[in-house]
């Protein structure tokens, strides 16, 4: 019964989200008050309803209700209770149903916290989530029915993908679902400015703490899904330029540039028109990441369901987001004002320079990843794109960035004379490049990755600091909450870079095959088999390795990295022993048995492997507290930018 | 000209050169890093060219594990195995560890290049369930299955 009623939930969560789609908008055009007014009831009902839905199927993963088609492919009898929530999102229907749950809470929170803005705008705004809920909402209930029946019901489940079965698991999609769908708020904002026809600094004040925070779980779930992928996958990699990697990366880069850029936007007026379209492009390429992973389009490590009707829905969803917005943009952007001139040497150009740089990074990933479906449907062979093409064109397109990164926070708006903040920095520079080629001589290898590493994050760390010093010192000019958390992001850029170059050009690897009481050297790393025992497990049977590992021949840690064949269907899995360092990761991996108590095994050392997600870590960390700044929060109009359609552009 | 339009011919310049540096770097390192897919028939009968037959081209070898073949010395991690589609086999040498869902019948993405008439891997892929075979191999096995009038295993769903 439970099950239909869950049903019943997502087909009146449909009906709430054409409600808060349709009368508003109508209102909105028509200036009547009580249509608008539905919005937020409708956005309140949609969340309500869904959660009831969530609910029902968290129960019935709980109580092992088989009849539910969705919960007997998905767990079975074995599965810790831990696994059975975390179930719920372990395939296609279920996490799709987090999907519009997550875009539920964020329309509810745009409902809650929108009472500054005027009627109109807040109709506009929850009206094109609405729409954007409809469309996810009839492709969850008329595609993808998490609460379909199996009758007669099995009396045992298949079970949860074990590669799921992990603490990592438990948060990286929420995370990653959050910041994907959050986007949908900046979006909204755009389309209702250009329904409005302009953009209106307090509406900016208003959407920027919503882009940061969406950004920040973007982040978040990234960075967890990176970690993720190190310990449990057993290749001991952090990041593979997979498509399904590479459909989240996008809308994180062009939300990086939507950061920057709807700050220079709000302050100074800038590149209004391009902030709308960059908000418009950062939604519809988290659009595009779902399609990707869903439609199954795309060959890749993670792939989820592979049906072609979910395919299209998805496409035509894309195509009419895409091309309504892009339409709208082409019909509304020319009239809007223009922002104040700026000269040559300014933090505007800076700004421009960095959207720039994010965006071509980001069509280079969109290129690299669509570039097996052209060649597919052109006929030119089935192709791959490997890792290098990502590598080397990402380096040389985030290098200027790196090295601009310092400059801009210690840049003056409008105009600057480009002698200033450089001589501010020079020795910081100077400092940077010194220690950099400490790093050189004293590399045990790979030396020059290791100098531009240390100097690349000195450089981005120290000018980051100067900034931080410099603020802090002059007194009167308070250190807002705003600037601390460009300061955290920058920061977090500087920790990501020693962590990803160093990691890169210190890492080493080895794949033996051991006895037991055989050992292999890694640099200051000896590594000892001690033993192969058999472990039971509560839903599998593992064969676990015994690794000692020393460390200047001093014993450091004893590893179990485990090889489990899960109970239902026997799939395998690694599991990595890892000793987690600040400075060096030891790692070691169960390969297949070679016969004769040999195994293969997978050894490796990771220097300031840690340092990449720290880095993530703080940079998620400042878009959070960039959030939290009171100046976004402020009812009145009093700010220096231009108000909606002032005068005073370039021409 | 005024200043505001000769910056702007600058700006709309530095863009174009900007815009057509990026696409020579692109299409070059595309052209580098692009790896084709093969079956062993493709490799085997020419029809996949000369540079991959003769070990110059770096290629991706699908197909499936062929049941039977699979061969590794004791206490060695050197494995050997043949890459069949059915209407060819290709045997295949490689060093390192073997994926967790490698096994004998089962789909399987190999890089690597020709060596003697021995495909050497760099890497093998093989798929993280059991079910699901990657759909450029289910398309090229496919056509393979259609020449032998072989009935095609229903496309599985992954995530099951």
Redesign the interface.
């Known amino acids: 019964m439970l099950p239909e009623l869950g049903q019943a939930a997502l087909l009146l969560a449909l009906v709430a989200a054409l409600l808060q789609a349709l009368l508003p908008l109508a209102g909105a055009a028509g200036g009547r008050a009580s249509w608008m007014a539905v919005a937020r009831p409708a956005a309140y009902a949609q969340l309500a309803l869904l959660l009831f839905a969530y609910a029902v199927l968290t129960l019935a993963f709980v109580q092992q209700d088989f009849s539910v088609k969705y919960v007997a492919?998905?767990s079975n009898s074995l599965l810790p209770m831990v696994y059975r929530f975390t179930a719920v999102w372990?395939?296609?229907e279920g996490s799709m149903l987090l999907w519009v749950l997550m875009l539920a809470v964020w329309n509810a929170a745009v409902a809650l916290w929108s009472r500054r803005l005027p009627e109109v705008v807040m109709a506009r705004v929850l009206g094109v989530i609405g729409l954007v809920a409809i469309g996810f909402l009839s492709f969850l209930a008329f595609t993808s029915n998490p609460f379909l029946r199996l009758l007669p019901a099995p009396l045992e489940g298949?079970d949860l993908?074990p590669?799921l079965q992990d603490p990592g698991m438990i948060v990286h999609p929420p995370m990653l679902y959050v910041g994907y769908i959050g986007f949908v708020v900046p979006f909204a904002f755009a389309i209702a400015a250009l329904l409005e026809g302009q953009v209106d600094a307090r509406w900016l004040r208003w959407a920027r703490p919503w882009t940061n925070v969406a950004w920040g779980f973007l982040t978040l779930g990234i960075m967890l899904g990176s970690w993720w992928a190190y310990y449990e996958l057993?290749w001991g990699g952090w990041w593979f330029w997979d498509p399904v990697e590479n459909a989240s990366f996008m809308p994180w880069l062009a939300g990086a540039a939507l950061i920057h850029s709807q700050a220079a936007t709000e302050k100074r007026g800038s590149f209004g028109g391009w902030t709308l379209l960059l908000a418009i492009a950062t939604f519809s390429l988290s659009l595009l990441g779902a399609f990707l992973v869903r439609s199954?389009?795309l060959?890749s490590?993670?792939?989820?369901?592979?049906?072609p009707g979910r395919g299209l829905f998805i496409l035509a969803f894309l195509a009419a987001v895409i091309g309504g917005a892009l339409a709208l943009y082409v019909l509304r952007a020319p009239g809007l004002p223009q922002g104040r001139p700026f000269a040559?040497a300014s933090r505007e150009t800076l700004l421009l320079v960095n959207n720039?740089l994010l965006t071509?990074a980001c069509a280079?990933v969109l290129?690299?990843t669509l570039?097996p479906l052209l060649?597919?449907a052109l006929a030119l062979?089935?192709?791959?794109?490997?890792?290098?093409?990502f590598g080397?064109?990402f380096i040389?397109l985030m290098a200027p960035l790196v090295l601009l990164v310092p400059l801009g926070p210690l840049t003056r708006w409008q105009q600057e004379q480009a002698s200033r903040p450089l001589a501010l920095l020079l020795p910081w520079l100077g400092l940077a490049l010194a220690l950099g080629a400490v790093g050189y001589f004293m590399a045990p290898q790979g030396p020059l990755k290791t100098a531009v590493g240390v100097s690349a994050a000195l450089w981005v760390g120290l000018g980051t600091a100067r900034f931080a010093w410099s603020r802090l010192r002059a007194s009167g000019r308070a250190f807002t909450p705003e600037m601390l958390g460009m300061v955290l992001g920058h920061a977090g850029i500087a920790v990501f870079l020693v962590g990803a170059l160093l990691v890169e050009a210190q890492h080493v690897q080895r794949?033996?095959?051991m006895?037991p009481g055989d050992s292999a050297r890694i640099g200051r790393y000896e590594f000892r088999l001690e033993g192969v025992e058999r472990v039971q497990g509560p839903n599998y049977v593992a064969d676990r390795g015994l690794v000692q590992v020393f460390r200047d021949d001093r014993p450091l840690a004893l590893l179990h990295p485990e090889?489990r064949a899960y109970a239902s269907?026997g799939?395998?899995?690694?599991d990595a022993g890892i000793h987690a360092g600040v400075f060096a990761d030891a790692f070691a991996?169960l390969?297949?048995p070679?016969?004769?108590g040999?195994w293969?095994v997978?050894l490796q050392v990771k220097p300031f492997v840690r340092w990449i997600w720290a880095g993530a870590l703080l940079m998620a960390l400042g878009g959070f507290v960039t959030a939290t700044d009171r100046r976004f929060r402020r009812v009145s109009a009093n700010s220096p930018a231009p108000r909606a359609g002032a005068r005073g552009g370039?021409? | 000209m005024n200043p505001t339009r000769r910056r702007r011919l600058w700006f709309v310049l530095a863009l174009l050169a900007a815009a057509a540096l990026a696409a020579t770097l692109v299409a070059f390192a595309l052209q580098r890093n692009v790896a084709y897919l093969y079956t062993p028939n493709e490799v085997l009968s020419g029809a996949a060219g000369e540079a991959v037959s003769s070990g110059d081209a770096r290629f991706r070898l699908g197909g499936m594990v062929e049941t039977g073949s699979f061969r590794r010395e004791d206490g060695s991690l050197v494995a050997r195995f043949r890459v069949t589609d059915g209407d060819a086999q290709l045997e295949v040498v490689y060093d390192r560890m073997l994926p967790d869902l490698f096994r004998e019948g089962q789909a399987v993405v190999a890089t690597g290049r020709m060596r003697e008439g021995v495909f050497v891997a760099e890497d093998v892929l093989a798929k993280h369930d059991e079910t699901y075979v990657p759909k450029e191999v289910a398309d090229k096995m496919g056509l393979a299955h259609a020449r032998h009038n072989v009935e095609d295993a229903p496309p599985a769903e992954a995530g099951q």
């Open positions: 492919d998905n372990g395939a296609h298949h993908n590669l057993g199954g389009v060959t490590v993670h792939s989820f369901a592979a049906d040559a720039l071509a280079m290129l690299g570039y060649a597919d062979g089935k192709v791959s794109v490997g890792p290098p093409y080397t064109l040389v794949e033996v095959a006895s090889k269907g799939q395998i899995m690694t991996a390969g297949e070679l016969g004769n040999a293969a997978r370039t021409d």
